[in-house]
Every structure is written in structure tokens, then in C-alpha cells.
């Protein structure tokens, strides 16, 4: 074959370009609606893919991802590396220790979370496999085995992060379900390697039995030995190599080894690249940064390219076949959600709690569609079932985190920007006094909650008088709690020459806060105030906010600065 | 054409695998030796490439990185996309404004060191092209044009990070140097644009004039109003989408299309990536965890493949040609040095000074080695010419640090881990008292330099008893200033329990260091305790420190908290 032309280079980075705006565009369109930014991603590729944009520009779509020739086979090759890393991140993610501490219940979760899906799968699949998406020439048996354990894998990823967002992540009922999903990823993954195994280790000449033994020898190995060297490699790499370069060169390179060591026995490279993950995560000598690097990276660049490639392979609107994907999803659901449910029960934890670890745990995600597309990939499944698995992740994910928060009546934690807006904001304040300068935010927040502006001046002035709201490096929070005020109202003013609050430092203010507070909810203006105070207390912070020009500029520098 | 086996992907796991971690491990090595990562990297390509596995070991050579086929493709496409990037963020790094600050003497610098060294390649082409390693069949107004750039460009990347190892970064001189690389590195890669314009242009259907133009107006417009638009974007992006991976898309999305726009005219994709990155580095806007986190992915995964990848291609031993390098690195040392060191004087600076500027200049690093590649691609010049430029590149980085300190007389910044030694460290102190750490740090240090440990004792006692040296936060620094000894001895012990070193905070100490400096140096007592201090200033160091279990693990530590 041909090497790439000049003009072969130009479009393959152009794909790219597309690739990776398009799939962080509505990756961040997604999150904006409270759904996981892989929803977005899949979403591009389906835009951009025979979906979409083939059939409407069939010479466009070609023009940029053609299904052959050497442009098709540099894209499918970034992609694989893409997932291959993306894997190794997963891993990396991977805290084995937590399953240890957490004990029985995360055990009991974790046992009947993945027995009870796989059942079902089992036995649906050996009893209706045509009709629920088997390829004609698909051996059974396998086919059984996968749909299985299709149903039973969870998204540690996903689950994680629907956690942190519902702030759950450190507490009981987190700790339960994370340790219980990386069990279950653990089975899930082993079993799927070993059914790849069983097709993939014919050709490769080990034999069934022979891949069979060496994944497991390759678990087993890396898992102990592996990890105690890499513990042992991580400091002495930290010390006289240069860092972080060193650590990350090391761990990449043994990911991808391991990789190519699992691809080459016949199983698949994620499944190696997720193993050295877990090794390389236990140590507790990679230190946060390595791992942020390393994480952000994949998870913001490799990671979108490889979920919009996704999308570009399969006709979402002619592969869609309703009553299989509806039957997919309440096998999915049924299974998982009730396994889960009787394992928390069993394990000791209250009904609620063992709900919210249910729907916790139903979450597919990512890791169901990467499951989906070997299958498909391997010839098991049709490509309406891969749609039907791929909507039944996106499903089960994005009703996790409403469902957990409804049975637990847990609310996501504050931040600051969602009590702000342009409207409210002046960039130069003209006052010079105190006087003034809560008059010009009274008058502006007034405006914009349709309150009485001399019922509010004489309120936030008696609280005034009690004692001045200056708290120091340069920041004033005048307040007052409003009988009838529905929504907390935050006006702000910034003032480079700075105006006196009285602060207990003697520095005037610069940055004036003004809370109005619904009178009924005693602890909206604290929960505020003890924010601002939070976010200011860093020396940097106040300088930083002042360079701000627009509206848009302070709340970029709030965001950098308010703790994730 | 095929798409690619699960042979193929296993193999290019493999492949990038050996890639990596050779480049790593190279590159660390030639960092001992105080030479740039970039010479091992390169060297990591020449073993795993033709000339040495491929002579050795031609059959692994080929499975590994065959010459054709849907591997060699997708390698190929890796390292482009790795070379893009990686021009990207050397974009990125390029601070204009510096230039317009730095004034005239960094114009006269600039100016001189880039004409000077033009000219005589020029010339030197224009006369004996063939002598010079032209290609028979190049055109000669071409090649003459190519060797000239050649021999005038710099490297920015090599030139910032020997300034910064010799702590001349933020100094007057190193301002100088870095405003006239910038400006010799934008004609530089200009003109270059321009030649593989002459050369690509006729292909696309602009032609050599309206590839000119294009190119020219892209510079213009992306440095002028692409540069006001991403300077109003990246607080956006910042406010509303998720940071980092919101700016992180958006930067490496934009990177691509320069680099497909450009590439699609007919000069080349790095070209593009480039001036986006300038345009974006320009910004304020853009915070620095952003920067990092693309500099140093980039630099430490996809900069080690590309550099590697070129070893790969040429056989560095068969095309070695002496007479043909010498003249090369003859020509290219005279012209920019004395160009510069020309321009320097006009500009006004002391000779010293001026000679320092000179050979900070001359470095030419992985530009050089990259415009190379680009022209023997393009069929301009020989496997010779490309052998020689690669040597003068290296030959002229690696000299350039040792020839500045020289004429600067400027040492290295201290580091605390030169001073330190694995035999002259104790993990756990069996002291108790104060008596009985300095002894048993003493005996330990003694043995070591072959001094008189009751002489030492009494030394340090006597220092002791003018004021304890327990300097709180649970670090003990005794010391003495001791006759005849040749370099500082540190010996460390660490105490879980703690020894009281009568602190001024009442804390004991856990982390003693002993410090024996010679008699006749008086500062590097002080050096040496201050960097100390200001290590454990940070709350969060004593504990991380007590964590080692080994001097390997305390140095990887201390490496971490020490400011780079």
C-alpha cells in the first residue's frame, strides 16, 4: 500500500479537529443538562458519522472519514490508542484497597450486583438469541457469555463522578458502591477477556485454553509482582529522573506494553492496559499531579476522539429497533437494580440507602459501549444490538444521578456561579463611600428582583449598624434577609480605588458583595457568605478577580478559584 | 487498501511502546551528562532504527517498524500528529510581547543573527551546492534558499531551558536572547513557509504565488484578529465550560485546523500549529495549570515518539559524512555567532555579555533537526545533508551551555539533592536527646569525610551552645564550619519520636540535618540552611518527608518540594 499524501495529512488532522471541537462542544452542551459529557461525545460522532452528516453530505462525509484507504487506517489507529489509554486511565482510577476496607456489605453489593444482571443475560440470551440481536453465525455459547456480562459490567467512571457530583463520593453509601463497581468491573472485565479469548485465541496459535490461562496468569502476575516492582520503581523514577516526565514516560510505556502483550495473546490491549492501571494506581508513591496530568489529558483529548469515532461506524437511525432496545433496557435495569438492591439489603444497609446503591450501580456508561463495539468488532453481536446497548449506557446513566438524589433527597453543593449573573455585576463602581457604594448595588439588585429599593437600603443599612460587613483583604458583604424574596440576589461591585468598610484589617474594599436573602431560609446567606470568605482567604484571589475587564472574565477567575 | 489486523494493532502498541521508553530512558541519560533530552531521544531512534536493531536484528527491525503496510501508515500518521502538537506548544511558549519590551538591542541581535548566517548559507549554496549535499535534481535557487534558513534559525525550546538551567532566564542577557530567538524563529519559519510553498504550492491548485499570499495573510490574520477572538474566548470558555478540558479542546482543536489550513495550501501543518500557538500563548487568559498540562504531555509522550521516529527513518552511520559535517557546523557557528555577538555590541552590551548572547544563540536543538526532516521529505535535500544537520544541531546544543557559563562565569542554581548521599542518611534515628542525634550524625558523617569526629563534635557543640539550632516546624539544622574540608558533607536523620532541638515553636525535631561546610566558604552554609527552610515551609513537607522509607523515597520527596 500507498503512504499519506500531503493532502492525506491536512485531512487527518482536519477529522481531528473536527473530531475533537465537535465532540467537546456537545460533550459540554450535555453537561449543561445535568447528563455525562460522553452522551455528547457519542452524539457527535453520530452527527458527523453515516448518520447524520453521511446521508445529508455523503462527498463530505467521505471527503473526511472515508471508510478505507490510509486516512481510514491512521484515524482507526489514533482511536485505538485512544481507548487503550483511555483504559489505562480507568485503571489508574481503580483504588483495589477500598473494596478491602469496606468489607462484607461492598462484597454482598458486589456479588449479587453482577449474578443476578448475568443470569438474566444468560438466560435470556441462550433462550431468545435472534431476537434479541445475535449474528446469525454467532456461536451461542458466546454469545451468551457476552450479553451476560454486558449486563452485569457497571461504569466506575461514570459512577464516581455522579457521586462527587451529588457530594456522596466519601461518604458510607459512596464508598459501598465504589468499592462494589470495581469488584463487578473486575469479574466483568476478567470474564469478557476470557470470552474474547475463546474467539480471538484460535488464531494466535495459544489455543483457547492456552489465552485462557496466560490472561489469568497476567492478572494474577501483574497484580502482585507487577505492582510491588512498580512501587518500587515510582520513587527511585521520582528521584533521579526528571519529573514529572519520568513517572509519566514509565507508566505510559508500561500500559501500552501490557496492551500489546493481551492484543497479542488474542484477548483485547485495553483489557492489559487496565490491569497496569490498577498496578500503577495502587502505589501510593504516583503522586497527584502525575496523575492528573496523565488523566486530564486522555480524558479531555484521546477520550472524546475515540467516543465520536464511535458514531462514525454505525447508522444510529436504521440499526435503531425499538423493541430490542426497549427489551435491552429493562433486562438491564431489572437485573442490575434488583441484584444490587437485595445485596445492600443483605449487607445491612437501610432501604433507602440500598435504592440509591442500586440506581448508583445501574449507571453503564462508557465501559458498557467499548464492550459493545469489541463485540461488535469480533462479529458476536448485530449492529442493532450494539445501538441497543449503546442507548441503554446512555440511559441508565443519565437517570442514575436524578434517581440517587430523589431517593436520598440529597441536593447537589453549592457553588457560587449559580447564584450570579451579568446583570448584577459593575465593573467600576463610581461610589466612594460606603453610603454610595450600597446605594448603586441596592438600586441594581432592585431592578432585577422587583423589591423595593427603600425597603432593602433601610434593612441592609440597620445591619450595617450593627456592625460593618468589610471582613478584610479588600472584600465587603453587605446584607440583609427579605421577607418575600424567593431567590437569593447577589449584586456585585468592583472598585479599583476601593471603598472603606470599616474592615477589621483597615483595608477598603474592593470587591463588594451584596446578599439579598429570602427571609424564610436562614441558611441560604451563610452557606453564601462562607464561600466568598473561603474563595478570598488565598491572597491570589482578590488581585486576580480585579483583572478582570467583563463580566465573563470574574466569573472565569471565580471558577478557577472557587475549590471543585 | 486493509485496515489493520489484530496483529497490526498489538504490534503498534509494541512499537510506540519501545518508542517511548527508549526515547525516556536516552533522554534521561543524556540529561545526566547535562545535555539536552532531545540528543537521547534521537539516539533512541538510531538504535531501534536502520542503523543499528536494523543491522543487527533486521528481521525484528522490520516486524517492529516495517518500511510500507497499514502499520508503517499508521506510525507515520502518529509521529505527524506528534510533530504538530508539538509545534503547537512550542507556539505557545512565545511571549511577542517580550520582543516589543526588549527593544532595540534585542531587534540589532535579532536582525544580524539571522541575516548574517542567511548570507553565508546563501552564498555557500548558491556556489557549491553539490559539496553542500544538494539533491541532483533540486532546484538550485531553492536549496540555496533551505540551506540558508537552515543555518539562521534557532531553537527557541533548547535556548529558554539552558538560560534556565544557568538561572539566566530572567536577567537582562536572557531577555536579549529570547526576544531575538522569537524573532529570528518567526522570519525563520516564514521564509521556510515560504520555500515549501515554491515547492508544495504548484501541487494544489494555488500555485507558488497564491500559496505565497495565503500563507503571508494567514500569518497576518491569525496573529492580529485570530488573537483578539481567542483572547475573548478563553474567559468564556473558562466561565462556562469545564476547566481545564474546555480550553484544552478549544486550543488543541484550533492547533489542528491552522495545521490542516496551512497543510492544504501546500506548506506544511506545523507551520499552522505554530501561529495558532502564538496567537493563543498571547493571551492572558489562558491560565497556566492549562499550559502545563498541554507543554508537558506534549513534551514528554508525543515529543519522544517524533524524535525517536526520525532515527527510524535514515541510516545515521552509511550517510555519516565527516568532511560534509564539519563544513556544515563550520558554517553554521561562524555565521550566527558572529552575527549575533556583532549585533550585541551595536545593541550596546558589554563583550562578556555579547559573547554569552553569541553562544546562547547558536543552539540549535529540534527546529533545526525539524526544517531538516521537512526538506528532505520534500525531496530537497540529501540523507547526508539531513545526517550533518542533525549533528550540527546537536553539536551546537550541547555546547552552548558550557561555552555561556564560561564566558559568564555563572554556576548552576543550587540544588539540595547535589549535596546529599544515600550512605549519610538514617531513617531512624536511635537518639533521643539532643546529645545523642548530633553524635550519632557526626560518627555517620565523619566516616565519610575522613575528618576527626571528636574535633566535629566539639564544633557543633560549641555552635549549639550560642543558640539551639532547632529552627521549628520539627527541623533541626546543627552545623559547623569546619578547616580543611573540601565540599559540604549533609548527614540526615529522621526521628518518628522527634529530639528536642529547643525550637523557638516547641515542636521536636524530626528531620535533623547536619551540615558541615569548609572554612573558607562561607556562604554555602547559608545556601544550604535556607533551602532547607524554605522546603519545610510548607506544612505539607515534614509529613511527606517522613513517609520515605528509604533514602530513594526521601530524595523522590524532596525533588517534588523543591522549586524548580
Known amino acids: 500500500m500507498h503512504g499519506l499524501s500531503e493532502a492525506d495529512l491536512g485531512l487527518i488532522l482536519l477529522a481531528l479537529a473536527v473530531l475533537i471541537g465537535a465532540a467537546r462542544l456537545l460533550g459540554e452542551i450535555a453537561r449543561r443538562f445535568q447528563q455525562p459529557a460522553v ?95 445475535a449474528t446469525p453465525d454467532a456461536d451461542r455459547t458466546v454469545f451468551a457469555l457476552f ?19 451529588l457530594n456522596l463520593y466519601r461518604t458510607d453509601v459512596g464508598m459501598v458502591v465504589v468499592s462494589a463497581a470495581i469488584f463487578n468491573d473486575l469479574i466483568g472485565w476478567t470474564v469478557f477477556a476470557l470470552i474474547l479469548g475463546m474467539i480471538g485465541g484460535q488464531g494466535t496459535g495459544w489455543g483457547i485454553c492456552g489465552t485462557m490461562v496466560l490472561t489469568l496468569a497476567f492478572l494474577a502476575v501483574t497484580l502482585t509482582a507487577g505492582r510491588w516492582l512498580i512501587h518500587r520503581a515510582l520513587p527511585i523514577l521520582q528521584a533521579y529522573a526528571h519529573w514529572p516526565a519520568g513517572v509519566l514516560g514509565f507508566v505510559v510505556t508500561l500500559g501500552l506494553l501490557g496492551g500489546a502483550f493481551m492484543q497479542s495473546i488474542g ?17 501510593s508513591h504516583l503522586h497527584e499531579r502525575t496523575r492528573t496530568l496523565l488523566e486530564e489529558f486522555v480524558s479531555f483529548i484521546f477520550a472524546p476522539v475515540f467516543f465520536a469515532s464511535i458514531g462514525l461506524r454505525v447508522n444510529f437511525v436504521t440499526n435503531f429497533d425499538l423493541p430490542l432496545v426497549a427489551m435491552i433496557l429493562v433486562l438491564a435495569c431489572v437485573g442490575k437494580v434488583a441484584g444490587v438492591v437485595v445485596g445492600a439489603l443483605w449487607g ?22 467499548i464492550l459493545g463495539l469489541l463485540a461488535l468488532e469480533a462479529g458476536i ?51 466612594t463611600s460606603r453610603h454610595e457604594a450600597i446605594d448603586e448595588l441596592v438600586t441594581l439588585a432592585c431592578q432585577h428582583a ?9 434593612l441592609v443599612w440597620e445591619r450595617e449598624m450593627v456592625a460593618a460587613t468589610g471582613i478584610g483583604s479588600g472584600i465587603a458583604l453587605p446584607h440583609a434577609r427579605v421577607d418575600g424574596l424567593k431567590n437569593a440576589v447577589v449584586a456585585i461591585g468592583l472598585s479599583e480605588a476601593g471603598v472603606d468598610f470599616d474592615a477589621p484589617d ?28 473561603s474563595i478570598f482567604r488565598d491572597p491570589h484571589a482578590l488581585p486576580r478577580v480585579m483583572r478582570a475587564g467583563s463580566y465573563t472574565e470574574f466569573l472565569a477567575a471565580l471558577k478557577i478559584l472557587e475549590p471543585q
Not at 89 to 116: C, F, M, N, P, Y
Not at 269 to 283: R, T
Not at 399 to 410: A, D, F, K
Not at 509 to 527: E, G, K, N, R
Open 348 to 369: 445491612g444497609l437501610p432501604a433507602r440507602q440500598s435504592w440509591a446503591v442500586g440506581f448508583a450501580m445501574n449507571a453503564r456508561g462508557a465501559m458498557e459501549i
Open 39 to 133: 452522551l455528547g461525545e457519542l452524539l457527535a460522532g453520530v452527527v458527523l458519522g453515516p448518520t447524520v452528516l453521511g446521508t445529508l453530505l455523503p462527498e463530505w462525509h467521505h471527503a473526511l472519514f472515508p471508510g478505507d484507504g490510509a486516512k481510514a487506517v491512521v484515524l482507526e489507529g489514533i482511536g485505538f490508542l485512544a481507548i487503550v489509554l483511555f483504559l489505562l486511565v480507568a485503571g489508574i482510577e481503580v483504588d483495589l484497597s477500598t473494596v478491602w476496607r469496606q468489607g462484607r456489605s461492598a462484597l454482598k453489593v458486589g456479588i449479587l450486583g453482577t449474578v443476578a444482571p448475568f443470569l438474566i443475560g444468560l438466560g435470556g440470551a441462550w433462550l431468545i438469541p435472534e431476537a434479541l440481536g
Open 506 to 533: 483597615g483595608q477598603p474594599a474592593h470587591a463588594i458583595f451584596l446578599l439579598l436573602t429570602p427571609q424564610d431560609a436562614p441558611t441560604v446567606q451563610l452557606t453564601i457568605s462562607a464561600k466568598i470568605a
Open 267 to 283: 484477548v483485547h490491549a485495553i483489557f492489559g492496559a487496565f490491569i497496569v492501571g490498577i498496578a500503577v494506581g495502587e502505589s
Open 450 to 458: 422587583a423589591v423595593d429599593p427603600v425597603r432593602i437600603s433601610r
Open 381 to 431: 453481536i448485530s449492529e442493532r444490538l450494539f445501538v441497543a446497548l449503546v442507548v441503554m449506557a446512555i440511559v441508565t446513566s443519565a437517570v442514575s444521578g436524578p434517581l440517587m438524589s430523589w431517593v436520598l433527597q440529597q441536593r447537589q453543593p453549592f457553588r457560587l456561579a449559580s447564584v450570579l449573573s451579568s446583570k448584577l455585576f459593575v465593573r467600576n463602581l463610581a461610589a
Open 147 to 165: 450479553l451476560a456480562t454486558a449486563l452485569s459490567i457497571s461504569a466506575l467512571p461514570i459512577i464516581a463522578k455522579t457521586l462527587m457530583d
